[in-house]
């Protein structure tokens, strides 16, 4: 099977796992996430600064005074691995619909949804903090290149994030989240949703160590080849300088012969001018 019908048949198949993560948030939070204004505002942007600034600017309307930095701490990290996953997806496979927008409008929503709910907040952020501590595994991620096992789980990844946002952003408007909050660990349906992330987030930083180490073990096998490559070279230079040596005393054995030859003939010649 060729590289290029590989890569639509993942396409094709991932696509297919974000529509189904999508009705399913549907039907949970009874919205439609890509008709959400935020879902094209995000679909606009083109780079990792431009995506913050719009999250950031959800947050900027919460009630901050007793969580201090806490809106903002986990953003950043989380906001650059899926950053960096949308990146990785978009050349391996060429998604038509960009997974992390998905995620990135589904933290947006919620950010909206949780403005208003003041009792709500502190749990979000509880939620979020969790996630992020999930995401900080794959921060080597960004530096290994991927292989089809690590992109299969990358959309994994992202479709429990979305459980986990549709799961919250149901309970907020149900008034459900004050209470949820309590009862955080107990609660199965997102304690399932987070403890699958965990363990998708965990294969992931395995995954990527060892690609990271077999990345490592070719470089050094290339650098032992280029090594290797480097002493033949100087053994054969070696061997040219001990041919140079060589001819350099066969010329001195000739010198000494023609010096020889030169001073019979000055021996003739003073004979023959003693003789007149």
Same mark, same amino acid.
């Given at each position: 099977?060729?590289?290029?019908?590989?890569?639509?048949?993942?396409?094709?198949?991932? *696509? %297919?796992?974000?529509? &189904?993560?999508?009705?399913?948030?549907?039907?949970? &939070?009874?919205?439609?996430?890509?008709?959400?204004?935020?879902? !094209? *505002?995000?679909?606009?942007?083109?780079?990792?600064?431009?995506?913050?600034?719009?999250?950031?600017?959800?947050?900027?309307?919460?009630?901050?005074?007793?969580?201090?930095?806490?809106?903002?701490?986990?953003?950043?990290?989380?906001?650059?691995? %899926?950053?960096?996953? !949308?990146?990785?997806?978009?050349? /391996?496979? /060429?998604?038509?619909?960009?997974?992390?927008?998905?995620?990135?409008?589904?933290?947006?929503?919620?950010?909206?949804?949780? =403005?208003?709910?003041?009792?709500?907040?502190?749990?979000?952020?509880?939620?979020?903090?969790?996630?992020?501590?999930?995401? +900080?595994?794959?921060?080597?991620? $960004?530096?290994?290149?991927? &292989?089809? *096992?690590?992109?299969?789980?990358?959309?994994?990844?992202?479709?429990?994030?979305?459980?986990?946002?549709?799961?919250? &952003? =149901? @309970?907020? =408007?149900? /008034?459900? %989240?004050?209470?949820?909050?309590? =009862?955080?660990?107990?609660?199965?349906?997102? @304690?399932?949703?987070?403890? +699958?992330?965990?363990?998708?987030?965990?294969?992931?930083?395995?995954?990527?160590?060892?690609?990271?180490?077999?990345? $490592?073990?070719?470089?050094?096998?290339?650098?032992?080849?280029?090594?290797?490559?480097?002493?033949?070279?100087?053994? +054969?230079?070696?061997?040219?300088?001990?041919?140079?040596?060589?001819?350099?005393?066969?010329?001195?054995?000739?010198?000494?012969?023609?010096? +020889?030859?030169?001073?019979?003939?000055?021996?003739?010649?003073?004979?023959?001018?003693?003789?007149?």
């Amino acid at each position: 099977m060729s590289h290029s019908h590989l890569a639509a048949s993942s396409s094709s198949d991932f *696509q %297919l796992i974000i529509n &189904t993560a999508l009705k399913a948030y549907e039907k949970r &939070t009874k919205r439609d996430l890509l008709a959400h204004p935020l879902a !094209s *505002q995000l679909q606009a942007c083109d780079s990792l600064d431009a995506i913050l600034t719009i999250l950031q600017q959800q947050v900027q309307g919460l009630d901050r005074s007793r969580s201090d930095d806490r809106w903002t701490k986990w953003l950043d990290p989380t906001v650059n691995v %899926l950053f960096a996953f !949308s990146a990785t997806l978009g050349a /391996g496979v /060429g998604l038509v619909l960009p997974p992390a927008n998905v995620v990135f409008t589904g933290i947006g929503v919620l950010l909206s949804t949780v =403005k208003d709910v003041r009792a709500s907040q502190d749990t979000i952020i509880d939620i979020f903090e969790r996630i992020e501590m999930f995401f +900080r595994r794959l921060e080597i991620y $960004t530096e290994v290149p991927p &292989t089809a *096992q690590m992109m299969d789980n990358i959309i994994r990844i992202m479709v429990e994030v979305l459980s986990i946002l549709g799961i919250a &952003t =149901k @309970e907020i =408007k149900q /008034g459900r %989240l004050k209470n949820f909050g309590k =009862k955080l660990i107990g609660r199965t349906d997102m @304690e399932d949703s987070l403890k +699958r992330l965990d363990k998708l987030t965990q294969e992931e930083a395995r995954m990527a160590v060892a690609q990271n180490l077999k990345a $490592t073990h070719a470089v050094d096998e290339r650098l032992k080849g280029v090594a290797n490559m480097a002493v033949a070279i100087d053994n +054969r230079v070696a061997g040219v300088d001990d041919r140079v040596t060589g001819v350099d005393d066969r010329v001195a054995r000739v010198d000494d012969r023609v010096a +020889r030859v030169g001073e019979k003939v000055a021996s003739i010649d003073d004979k023959r001018q003693g003789q007149r």
